[in-house]
């Protein structure tokens, strides 16, 4: 089984869509989560934090459900612009080093 | 503004050669690592640095070098043991032992083998 695990999609959704990627993991030990994001050919770039309590940007929402191990991320009101591909990270502390692990990726196409 | 500059954009290299990437930041960060992403997949660590004078492999460190002699600047060199070096390599860079920081990413290099 896989440390951080996505499904790779892709979902395509209509502009104007709700669409939910959920990323699972397998240390329950880790301690932090992020959402990145990732377009065509070009590097990731940290799309948001994800917080225990829940955390909302604009028509992103993000989740981390401890006890079932996965983070979630929602996008609403999908724009073409959210055509990507969405990385999540998982973090834990391992002997004084950041061990992070990033998922493979779920890709969004948004359609017109 | 701070950031991390990865060069070249692209490079080519012949069999049996050794090529050296560079990254540079200025972000005052001192922890600097290199990944490697190939089509369609997640990002898997080559070789990771929390302090100058020290880096540790990652997880597919074979045939790769790495040195960190300044705070700014963590060079990888490809060399010709590495079998399959035609990928996308990212350098990024964190505060320190900080859980809580995600990272930054330099715009990357495509390597390809000719």
């Known amino acids: ?112 | 503004d701070g950031g991390i500059t990865q060069s070249p954009k692209y490079l080519f290299r012949k069999e049996g050669q050794n090529v050296t990437l560079s990254c540079e930041q200025n972000l005052n960060h001192d922890a600097m690592y290199w990944y490697r992403q190939d089509p369609g997949q997640g990002l898997r660590l080559i070789y990771y640095s929390q302090i100058v004078n020290d880096f540790q492999k990652g997880d597919i460190a074979e045939g790769y070098s790495v040195s960190r002699e300044k705070k700014e600047s963590f060079p990888l060199t490809v060399t010709s043991a590495q079998k399959n070096p035609t990928a996308f390599y990212l350098c990024a860079s964190s505060v320190s032992g900080q859980v809580n920081y995600g990272y930054t990413f330099g715009s990357g290099t495509r390597l390809t083998v000719v």
């Open chain 1, 1 to 112: 089984r896989k440390e951080v695990e996505q499904d790779p999609g892709p979902f395509n959704v209509p502009e104007g869509a709700t669409v939910a990627f959920n990323c699972t993991y397998s240390n329950s030990a880790s301690q932090s989560f992020f959402w990145y994001r990732q377009d065509c050919r070009k590097e990731p770039k940290l799309l948001m934090s994800v917080y225990s309590s829940g955390n909302e940007d604009g028509r992103f929402t993000a989740q981390l459900n401890r006890a079932s191990q996965y983070i979630s991320l929602l996008i609403r009101d999908s724009k073409l612009s959210d055509s990507a591909t969405y990385l999540c990270v998982v973090i834990a502390m391992d002997m004084g080093r950041r061990a992070l692990t990033f998922g493979s990726g779920t890709r969004l196409q948004v359609q017109p």
